[in-house]
Structure formats: structure tokens, C-alpha cells
């Protein structure tokens, strides 16, 4: 009889241990939201000011927005306005070159997963920006230093520098927001998602970015952006169709080919064939049984 009771005692024991352990676990699978430099601090003094609720809430603020007409420079010193990128879904993130820890690791990230994107979508069906908020440091030559130390090469990305004038409409319009430290900033970890209409879509947090983070909504956006009048239109929906029907593993970190969504196109073309034929024998028996005129 006292058997049942110990093993019951025993598991109960065992769960109540194991809780903190799987809520630290949960915690730990969350994004990291605000990037808080370390290393310049001592004693018991407060890093940030940054209030974590509130910035999150900003930030989500800016879905909905179009896109500002601004004028930044690129890496090679010249103007851009960002009403340029209208047309193609577009990334937008913001960081700063003298950051040592979260930028880099952010970028480095958002660039593995990017290269998978490319591979699958193509790099001509989105564009990225990284914009330097920390001005006047953050120049054109520093932007291009950064790009090149951390090996940052797709041909659809690039880095701009806006004017130090700017900077604070400009990260508010994104729903960025940053508060400067003694060890640097401590500031939102986000990658904003424009549409081809150029509104603000999405915003997605975090230090970590997979494919599949970034992916799958970049799909629903390519596919569903109007089809440019330089494309052909079937050759153009073929390729959407190609896109939609890759998906991305988690378990190897690649894309792979849903064929049952083809199977699914097939049936769906298929059905639709069979119901236009029926639909013409109709149109023609209905016009042959009808009484012709004296």
C-alpha cells in the first residue's frame, strides 16, 4: 500500500524541482527584445532608462505606416531616398559600428538567415537596409568598415547613414527606439517589414533570426505584391508558385520542396479544367436545343 504513495510523493517531488528549470528553458526560448551593452559598468549602477513595455509598444505603433520620404547616404557617399524601395518587400534594421557585442551578432544572424532567403527567393525580389543611428559616427565610411569586417555581401543589402538631423524622426517613424549608456546603447533588437506598397507590415524582435523567422512572411509578401511589368506574367507565376511551395526545415536549417502543395495546384487547375469544359458543353447544348426564329 505504501508503494503507490512513495512513487506519488517521489514524481510530485521530482515536478515541483523540474518547474524553475522549465521555466528558465521558456524564458531562454523567448527573443531577446532590447540589446543592453555590457562592460563599462561597475558597482551598482543602472544601465538604461529604456522602459522594455513601453518601447514595445512604440515599436508596434509603427505598423500601418508608409513609408517616410527620406534621403540617407550610402556606403559610397551618395544620396538615397528611401521611397526608392517601393515596389519590393523591404528589411529595415537599425545598429550601430561601435558596437562590439549585440549589432554584430544581430547582423552576422540576420545574415544567415538571409542567405538562405536569397537562395530560395532570389535577391532580386527583396531588399535590405541596415541604418546607422549613431551620428555623426556612424558616417558612410564606417558603415562600409562594418559591412566589410563582418563580411556583409548580398547584393540586396545595403547600409545607410542618415543625417544627424533626422536621426530621431527617422527611428521613430520605424517604432525604434534607443537610450544612450555609459557602455554604449541600449536599444530595441527589431527588423521591420515594408510591403511593396512601402507600409509597414511587421515587426520581428530578437538577436536570433532564422529563416523561417523571416521567411515565410517575406513569401506572403512577394507573392502577393503585384507582378512587375518587366517580368512575363507566366514565367513570373511560376515562380511564385516555386516559392510558395518551398518550405523551410528547422530540423537542417534548409528549404525544401512541398511537392503535395504542386499536387494540390495540380487538383485545383484540374478541377478548374473540368468545370470550364462542362461549362462550354452547356453554353453549346443550351444553343443548339434553343427554337430557332421563323
Known amino acids: ?94 545598429m550601430y559600428t561601435a558596437c562590439f557585442q549585440v549589432c554584430p551578432t544581430t547582423t552576422r544572424n540576420l545574415q544567415k538567415a538571409l542567405q538562405s532567403t536569397v537562395g530560395v527567393m532570389g535577391a532580386d525580389r527583396f531588399n535590405v537596409i541596415s541604418i546607422g543611428f549613431n551620428q555623426p559616427f556612424d558616417s558612410p565610411a564606417a558603415l562600409k568598415d562594418f559591412s566589410r569586417q563582418y563580411g556583409i555581401d548580398l547584393p540586396n543589402w545595403n547600409f545607410l547613414s542618415p543625417a544627424p538631423a533626422i536621426v530621431d524622426q527617422l527611428t521613430a517613424h520605424f517604432g525604434f527606439r534607443f537610450v544612450a549608456t555609459a557602455a554604449g546603447f541600449d536599444h530595441l533588437n527589431q527588423v521591420t517589414m515594408v510591403n511593396a506598397e512601402g507600409k509597414i507590415v511587421r515587426q520581428v524582435y530578437g538577436e536570433k533570426f532564422t529563416a523561417e523567422d523571416l521567411a515565410e512572411p517575406l513569401k506572403l509578401l512577394i507573392t502577393g505584391s503585384a507582378i512587375p511589368s518587366e517580368m512575363g506574367t507566366l514565367r513570373e507565376i511560376m515562380a511564385r508558385v516555386r516559392i510558395i511551395c518551398s518550405v523551410y526545415d528547422p530540423q537542417t536549417g534548409r528549404y525544401r520542396t512541398d511537392y503535395s502543395l504542386y499536387f494540390m495546384f495540380a487538383g485545383f487547375l484540374t478541377f478548374a479544367g473540368f468545370m470550364i469544359y462542362l461549362s462550354i458543353n452547356f453554353w453549346r447544348n443550351r444553343r443548339r436545343d434553343a427554337p430557332k426564329a421563323p
Open 1 to 94: 500500500m505504501i508503494g503507490p504513495y512513495c512513487r506519488a510523493l517521489v514524481a510530485s517531488i521530482l515536478l515541483l524541482a523540474a518547474a524553475p528549470l522549465l521555466a528558465d528553458q521558456a524564458a531562454a526560448d523567448q527573443p531577446k527584445l532590447t540589446a543592453r551593452p555590457q562592460g563599462l559598468l561597475s558597482g551598482g549602477l543602472t544601465l538604461t532608462a529604456l522602459d522594455e513595455k513601453d518601447a514595445f509598444a512604440f515599436s508596434q505603433a509603427a505598423i500601418g505606416r508608409t513609408l517616410g520620404d527620406f534621403v540617407l547616404l550610402d556606403r559610397e557617399g551618395q544620396p538615397v531616398e528611401l521611397s526608392r524601395y517601393r515596389g519590393k518587400p523591404l528589411l529595415v534594421n537599425f
